[in-house]
């Protein structure tokens, strides 16, 4: 199993461009995360979903939209990127089956905006 | 919403000896606690966590507690070792799914040798 893998691994936008981070896992996880960490600090829960085609806000949603088509992907869109969306942006999966709780997370994006 | 505070921020010790690092969080619905290790430029990786029906949970040298009366937790690591130098974070979630963490600000923990 690979996991979950995210890319790109670094990108670099204008203020004002559009771009999707992709996500994707390949272990049948139903539940799936987007969380940002800003330098020096813990991680923050952007949007995340329960199944394919059910998604909720976390506690930074502002700015960002996701969509989940499928068990699979969860990809994180960036509407009209801004500097203060400079951060590391990690994507995570978790199920319930056999009472694991655990959140798997994927190697990140490392998003600079100018 | 849910608030989770950890303390210290940096915690510096000698080979060999325990380190602690505690949080505090709010929400009294809130049953899952996990704690992070990251290292740096690498993704969060759990190290141990402990559900609110548990009051202490062991993995070889390291260890959870859990007051929920009092809404803190701790982490303890004995015997530290250069290794174990690196950013922890303390989470807790109110799911059953262990999928909307809201994370303590961190600690580095620098292990002399």
């Known amino acids: 199993n690979a996991g979950v893998t995210q890319t790109p691994k670094f990108q670099v936008l204008k203020t004002g461009q559009s771009m999707t981070l992709q996500c994707a896992q390949d272990?049948?996880?139903?539940?799936m995360s987007w969380y940002r960490q800003d330098p020096g600090m813990g991680l923050r829960l952007i949007h995340y979903s329960v199944g394919a085609g059910i998604t909720d806000q976390g506690e930074v949603p502002n700015g960002y939209n996701v969509s989940r088509s499928t068990t699979e992907d969860f990809p994180l869109r960036l509407l009209s990127a801004a500097p203060s969306q400079t951060s590391v942006y990690f994507c995570?999966?978790?199920?319930?089956?056999?009472?694991?709780?655990?959140?798997?997370f994927g190697p990140g994006t490392r998003l600079t905006v100018t | 919403g849910e608030n989770v505070e950890q303390h210290p921020s940096t915690l510096s010790v000698q080979e060999g000896d325990s380190a602690v690092i505690k949080c505090t969080y709010s929400d009294s619905a809130s049953n899952y606690f996990p704690w992070y290790k990251q290292e740096l430029g690498k993704r969060p990786q759990l190290i141990i966590d402990?559900?609110?029906?548990?009051g202490e949970k062991k993995d070889q040298r390291i260890a959870v507690t859990l007051n929920k009366t009092a809404k803190h937790f701790s982490l303890h690591i004995t015997e530290t070792q250069p290794e174990d130098s690196a950013v922890y974070f303390c989470a807790s979630d109110r799911t059953d799914a262990g999928n909307m963490l809201t994370f303590g600000g961190g600690t580095r923990l620098m292990v002399k040798p």
């Open positions: 995570a999966s978790s199920s319930l089956a056999g009472g694991d709780y655990e959140q798997y």
């Open positions: 272990m049948n996880h139903e539940y």
């Open positions: 402990i559900r609110s029906n548990v």
